[in-house]
């Protein structure tokens, strides 16, 4: 397309802002859930321990409270069962089961706005979300824009373009030249006239832009 400027054929109203709610009440929920876990004592999460949380969050705490290994009698101790072993701080417990529930409910869908409904895992929040160094959450880059053309739907190719600018003249013209008043003008209806009746009479198209009109059809279609 030689238009680097998008051009918007059709948005869903509806759509669009239940996407942006559906995602807002995932951030809200991811933020309160980072809050959480900074609440049990332990050094502050970072922007790159921030996945963790979501997929490996008892190694995540071993590391917080051990550095990343563990030693009993000068012998180290193999990560696996190490991780088991560290006493997890007070209210560890409850941060789990929270975090367990929020995680089923981004699977089961519990996160939506009407019709819209927000489906994903734990593994796939470091692709949707990141954590700032203030501790708020927010969305990436890529997916902020995945969310902001939600319902927006544009032309793919010049030829598409050229047709959303034919429809959106013979619209026009249709109100300018007064012909609304005579067939009316609410929703589909008025696109089905138009479609129907103000076009009906048209045969073929020349070449050069002249047309062929069946003037049989043109008096049928007029108003009386």
Known sequence: MKNQTKVLVHKKECLHLSGKQAWEQVRKATEEIVA???SLGLPPLTPSEFPRLFTDVDALCFDKITGGSLEIGGVSIARETAVG????PEG???FKSRLNEFLQNLESGYFSHQ???VQISGSQMNELFELLKDMKVCLTKE???RVANEGL???DTEGQERLNEFIKRTVDNYFS???HKDFGKEGIAGAAIIKDRCLRPLRSINEDGTFVIDPNELITASPL
């Open 92 to 94: 560890y417990d409850a």
């Open 36 to 38: 959480s876990f900074n």
């Open 115 to 117: 019709n819209y409904m």
């Open 177 to 179: 030249l007064g012909l």
């Open 85 to 88: 072993m560290v006493q997890k």
């Open 143 to 145: 997916h902020c824009e």
């Open 153 to 155: 739907f544009y032309a």
